[in-house]
C-alpha cells in the first residue's frame, strides 16, 4: 500500500508512509470522522534537516510507527551533522475519538543538537464524496484559524448549521503559531539520548469535546481492547506458518473496522472509501465470523434492524423491511443532497438479513433475540414477496428508482457488471441468481426458527414458498449450452448469459439440483474461471471479461469464501480446500498477508504473483472474513443448538496437516479440537474439550 491507515471507532486517518498529509498535494489523505474530512494537511518538516524514511508500519493496526532519519547537512565543505546520526520516530494511534502522536527524536551524536520542528496542518472539512469527486454541492464557510497557547483551532461552519472544529494541541507549547497553520517548536536533545514531542488532535462537532487521556494511559487502553476481542474469538494455530498470518492478520482488520451506533458492534465495509455502515458488507461479513465471534452478528442485525425501511421513498429507495445499502453522515446528508441517509438500494440485504439470523439463532439459541427481532424478520419476509418481487414472477428483482441512486444493487454494483453474451448490458428490472439464493436460503432457514417461535402458519408458508423457488428456478435460469447458470433474468426474462461466479453463491444457499451443483462446480474450477489463485468474477471467454476490471473478471476473496462454503456443504471438499490454498499462497504476496478487497484476475501461469487491484480498499471487512471461512470449512461445522448438535466434517488443504482449534463459542459454552491428516492425507477430528452441553456428530 501506499498509504498508512489507523481506524478506531468512527476516527480515521489516512497518511502517506512518511506519516504525512502533504500539503501541496491534492489527495484522499486525511483525518476523517463521520464522513467528513477534518485534517487535510499535516506535515512534519525539520528546519534545515531533509528526513528520508526508513521505515513505517501499521500491522498491528490500531499503533502506527514510522522511522525516518536525516540526510547529510553541510555548511559550506563542513559536515555539520552526518547522515543517520538523528533518529525520528513517530508513533500515533487513534483513542475515544482523539488521534495521538509522539514524535521523538534520537540523537546519536556526541554533541547536543537543537532542532526545530514544524508542523503544518490545515483543514477543508470536505465530504468524504467531494474528495473522491463523485459531488459537489452546498458549501458552508470556514473560520478564521484561532492561536492558543498549545496550538490552533480550525473551524468550520457547515450549510448544515453545524459547527466543525479541528482542535491541534501540541506539548511543550510552540514557540510560534500562525494562522496560516504553522506550528513551530524547538527541542534540545542531549548526546545519545532522546526527546520527544507530543501532538493531540481532537475532531470537535457542535461544541461536543472528546475527553483527553494521557498517551500511555490511551495506548494502555487501546491495546487492552484488542486483548479482550482476542480473548473472546476462535484461536486457530496450525503447521502453516502462512495460514497462522492470514488469521492473526483477519482477527486485527476484523477489530479495526467494527463501528457501534448504538445497538452494539457491526463491522464497516472497508477503509478509506467504506469506513461507513454497509448492509450487504456488514451482512456478509457477520455471516463470515459466526464461527470466530457470533457478537458481531448480533451487534449487526440490531443495527440493520433500527434503520429498516419503514415507508415508501423513490428518493432513497426506500420501502417498508427494506434493509438498508448504506448511511452516510456529513453536510451532504444533513443537506439531503444526497440519498444515504439511509440510502436502501441493495437488492441482497435484505434476504441477507433473514439468513444472518436464522444462522445466529442455529449458533447460539437466542431465542430471545428471535422474539425482539420477529416484527423486523416479518417485515423483510412481506418485503421479499411484495416490493422484491414486483411482477409476482417467482422472482426477486432491482430496479433504480433514486436519481442518485445505483443502477445495479447486487453484490457487483458497478454499471457494466451484468452483461449478456454479446456484451450488451442487461436492462432492469434485473433478477440476480444469487439474490434467489439468499431469497431460498432465507426462507428455509427461517421456516425453523418460527417453528420455534410458535409461528408454524408462517413457518409452513415459508417451505411452500421455497420449493417453488426451487423449482422454477431450475427451470428458468439453466443454461444448457453452457451447462452452467444464468448470471440473471433481464426486463424480458431473458437469460443473461454471462458465465460468472454469482451461481457460486447458490451452492451455499443450496438452490441448486443436485446435478445443476455439480456441473457448476466442474465449470467453477475450469481454467476459464479459477486463476490459480482464486474464482473470477467472469469466465475469459466472456466477451467483456477484463482481468482488470472491477467486476469482469478479477478476483474478490469475499465472493470466493461463500463459493467455498457451499462447496464444503455440497460434499465437494476437495474443490474447497483447492480454493482455500489458492487464496492462502495470493495473501502471502500481500502486505501484512492480508488479503485485499479484490485483485487482477491474470491466471498464475501469466503472472508469478497477484496483481494489485489499483484502489482496491485494504483493509475491508468481507475480505478479511475469507479467513474465517477457511476456518469453518476445514472443520466443517454446522451448528444446531435448537436441536441440541454439532456437527463436523474436517479436511485440510494441502499445505495444513496439523490444525488446532479452541474456545469456538457455540451456544452458552466453548469447545476445543484437533484436526490431524495422516500420510494418506484422511483428516481426523479429535474433540479435546467440550463445555457446550452439546452433542458432537462426525458427518
Avoid at 472544529?165 to 510560534?176: G, N
Avoid at 463491522?267 to 457470533?294: C, E, H, K, M
Avoid at 487464496?583 to 504476496?589: F, G, R, T, V, Y
Avoid at 443448538?641 to 485440510?652: A, D, Q, W
Wanted: glycine content about 8%; charged content about 25%; overall charge negative.
Amino acid at each position: 500500500m501506499d498509504y498508512r491507515v489507523l481506524k478506531e471507532n468512527d476516527l480515521f486517518i489516512l497518511t502517506d508512509k512518511e506519516g504525512n498529509i502533504p500539503a501541496k498535494e491534492k489527495t484522499e489523505l486525511g483525518l476523517y470522522s463521520q464522513d467528513t474530512r477534518f485534517l487535510s494537511t499535516y506535515q512534519l518538516e525539520l528546519e534545515g534537516i531533509d528526513l528520508i524514511l526508513l521505515s513505517s508500519r501499521a500491522d498491528q493496526n490500531y499503533v502506527g510507527t514510522i522511522r525516518l532519519t536525516n540526510t547529510e547537512v553541510k555548511n559550506g565543505d563542513e559536515i555539520v551533522l552526518w547522515r543517520e546520526s538523528l533518529g525520528v520516530q513517530r508513533k500515533r494511534f487513534i483513542y475515544n475519538g482523539v488521534f495521538y502522536e509522539r514524535i521523538t527524536f534520537e540523537n546519536h551524536n556526541n554533541f547536543p543538537l537543537t532542532l526545530r520542528p514544524k508542523l503544518t496542518v490545515g483543514a477543508d472539512y470536505n465530504h468524504m464524496f467531494v474528495v473522491r469527486g463523485y459531488l459537489g454541492g452546498k458549501r458552508g464557510e470556514l473560520q478564521a484559524p484561532v492561536v492558543t497557547k498549545e496550538g490552533l483551532v480550525l473551524g468550520y461552519q457547515g450549510s448544515d448549521s453545524i459547527s466543525r472544529q479541528t482542535v491541534i494541541q501540541v506539548t511543550p507549547s510552540p514557540r510560534f503559531v500562525s494562522d496560516q497553520g504553522e506550528l513551530k517548536l524547538e527541542v534540545h536533545v542531549e548526546p545519545e539520548r532522546e526527546a520527544s514531542i507530543n501532538v493531540v488532535i481532537s475532531p470537535v462537532v457542535n461544541e461536543q469535546v472528546p475527553e483527553l487521556v494521557p498517551f500511555e494511559q490511551a495506548l494502555e487502553a487501546l491495546e487492552a481492547s484488542y486483548g479482550e476481542w482476542r480473548k473472546n474469538s476462535t484461536k486457530a494455530v496450525s503447521d502453516s506458518e502462512l495460514f497462522n498470518k492470514v488469521y492473526e492478520r483477519s482477527l486485527l482488520d476484523i477489530r479495526a473496522l467494527l463501528t457501534d451506533l448504538g445497538e452494539g458492534c457491526f463491522p464497516v465495509a472497508g477503509i478509506p472509501w467504506y469506513a461507513v455502515p454497509f448492509g450487504r458488507d456488514s451482512l456478509i461479513t457477520a455471516i463470515q465470523l459466526l464461527s470466530v465471534n457470533p457478537d458481531i452478528a448480533k451487534g449487526t442485525l440490531k443495527t440493520l434492524a433500527k434503520y429498516q425501511g419503514r415507508e415508501v421513498n423513490a428518493w432513497r429507495d426506500e420501502q417498508p423491511g427494506k434493509i438498508l445499502h448504506e448511511i452516510r453522515f456529513g453536510e451532504p446528508a444533513n443537506n439531503h443532497d444526497i440519498p444515504h441517509t439511509p440510502y436502501y438500494g441493495t437488492i441482497d440485504a435484505t434476504p441477507l438479513f433473514l439468513v444472518l439470523a436464522a444462522e445466529y439463532y442455529r449458533w447460539t439459541g437466542d431465542r430471545e433475540l428471535m422474539k425482539e427481532l420477529l416484527p423486523h424478520l416479518k417485515a423483510g419476509i412481506r418485503w421479499i414477496n411484495e416490493y422484491g418481487d414486483r411482477d409476482q414472477d417467482g422472482f426477486v428483482e432491482y430496479y433504480q428508482e433514486s436519481s442518485k441512486g445505483i443502477a445495479n444493487q447486487g453484490w457487483k454494483d458497478s454499471g457494466d457488471s451484468v452483461v449478456h453474451k454479446n456484451g450488451e448490458l442487461a436492462k432492469a428490472p434485473i433478477a440476480l441468481a444469487e439474490v434467489q439464493g439468499y431469497v431460498y436460503d432465507a426462507k428455509m432457514k427461517l421456516a425453523d426458527v418460527m417453528d420455534d417461535l410458535e409461528e408454524h402458519e408462517l413457518a409452513a408458508q415459508l417451505r411452500q414458498e421455497a420449493a417453488a423457488l426451487k423449482q422454477s428456478f431450475a427451470e428458468r435460469f439453466w443454461l444448457e449450452e453452457e451447462q452452467f447458470v444464468a448470471i440473471a433474468l433481464d426486463v424480458d426474462k431473458n437469460k443473461v448469459e454471462s458465465v460468472t461466479s454469482n451461481p457460486g453463491h447458490c451452492l451455499w444457499s443450496n438452490l441448486l439440483t443436485e446435478e445443476q451443483a455439480a456441473k457448476v462446480v466442474k465449470r467453477l474450477m475450469e481454467p476459464d474461471m479459477f486463476s490459480g489463485y482464486g474464482i473470477r468474477t467472469m469466465s475469459t471467454t466472456s466477451t467483456r471479461y477484463n482481468p482488470m476490471s472491477y467486476h469482469d473478471g478479477s478476483i474478490w476473496p469475499h465472493d470466493n469464501s461463500l463459493i467455498v462454503l457451499g462447496m464444503k456443504q455440497l460434499g465437494y471438499a476437495r474443490e474447497a480446500m483447492d480454493v482455500v490454498q489458492a487464496l492462502l499462497e495470493a495473501a502471502s504476496h500481500f502486505e501484512y498477508h492480508r488479503l485485499p478487497e479484490l485483485f487482477c484476475g491474470y491466471a498464475r501461469e501469466e503472472e508469478p504473483y497477484p496483481v494489485d487491484y489499483p484502489v482496491a480498499c485494504s483493509p475491508q471487512a468481507w475480505a478479511a472474513g475469507t479467513a474465517f471461512v477457511m476456518l469453518q470449512t476445514m472443520l466443517g461445522i454446522q451448528p444446531d443448538v435448537p436441536r441440541g448438535l454439532i456437527r463436523f466434517s474436517p479436511s485440510l488443504p494441502p499445505s495444513i496437516n496439523r490444525l488446532k482449534v479452541t474456545d469456538i463459542r457455540v451456544g452458552q459454552g466453548t469447545l476445543d479440537v484437533l484436526l490431524l491428516k495422516d500420510e494418506e492425507g484422511q483428516v481426523t477430528l479429535t474433540v479435546l474439550k467440550n463445555e457446550t452441553g452439546l452433542q458432537v456428530v462426525m458427518i
